[in-house]
């Protein structure tokens, strides 16, 4: 899934559940859950762009595209948080733990593709991410099943953290 979705759901988890551990491991299995849902997800892996002239300005152009959708999903939550008052010290810390819980499997799957696969646990954990964590039909380029999961999820989050 794109970045938004998953955003959203470890709000949703980091603003209904007030303890850490529980908000890790929810955060974690929800990103887990959602990656095994068909989606829509950015076209072409990191591993794909070619190692041409052009590698450095399409892998930023990737990582731009990719930081404009996580833009995207805090500014949906800001206002919902700053509206409900829930900036504050009883709600912010586990929000943000639930958002970088949900987040964590893909960032960790960005940084071993980043290192080329050079360890050998880069290389598990691209494989194990690509073989188990993601659907094996996720979408690569947007289609309605697959962009119409994704706004579902948003959605769903989104009314979890108006109630």
Same mark, same amino acid.
């Given at each position: 899934? /794109?970045?938004?979705p998953?955003?959203?759901?470890?709000?949703a988890?980091? %603003?209904?559940? #007030?303890?850490?551990?529980? /908000?890790? $491991?929810?955060?974690? +299995?929800?990103? $887990?859950?959602?990656d #095994?849902?068909?989606?829509? !997800?950015?076209g072409?892996?990191?591993e794909?762009?070619?190692? !041409?002239?052009?590698?450095?300005?399409?892998?930023?152009? *990737? /990582?731009? %595209?990719?930081g404009?959708? &996580?833009?995207?999903?805090?500014?949906?939550?800001?206002?919902?948080?700053?509206?409900?008052?829930?900036?504050?010290?009883?709600?912010?810390?586990?929000?943000?733990?639930?958002?970088?819980?949900? +987040?964590? =499997? !893909?960032?960790?799957? &960005?940084?071993?593709?980043?290192?080329?696969?050079?360890?050998?646990?880069?290389?598990?954990?691209?494989?194990?991410?690509? *073989?188990?964590?993601?659907?094996?039909?996720?979408?690569?380029?947007?289609? =309605?099943i697959?962009?119409?999961?994704?706004?579902?999820?948003?959605?769903?989050? /989104?009314?979890?953290?108006?109630?």
């Amino acid at each position: 899934m /794109i970045i938004t979705p998953h955003l959203l759901i470890g709000a949703a988890i980091g %603003v209904k559940i #007030k303890h850490f551990g529980w /908000i890790i $491991v929810l955060g974690i +299995l929800s990103h $887990v859950i959602l990656d #095994k849902i068909p989606h829509w !997800d950015y076209g072409k892996r990191i591993e794909e762009i070619p190692r !041409d002239k052009n590698f450095k300005k399409n892998l930023f152009i *990737k /990582i731009f %595209v990719i930081g404009i959708d &996580g833009l995207i999903g805090l500014l949906i939550i800001a206002p919902i948080i700053w509206q409900k008052d829930m900036m504050n010290l009883s709600y912010l810390p586990f929000i943000l733990v639930g958002i970088i819980a949900s +987040l964590l =499997p !893909d960032f960790i799957l &960005g940084m071993a593709k980043l290192s080329c696969h050079k360890s050998k646990f880069s290389r598990s954990y691209v494989s194990f991410h690509h *073989k188990f964590l993601h659907h094996p039909k996720h979408i690569r380029k947007p289609t =309605p099943i697959g962009l119409s999961t994704q706004i579902l999820v948003s959605v769903i989050a /989104i009314l979890i953290l108006l109630l």
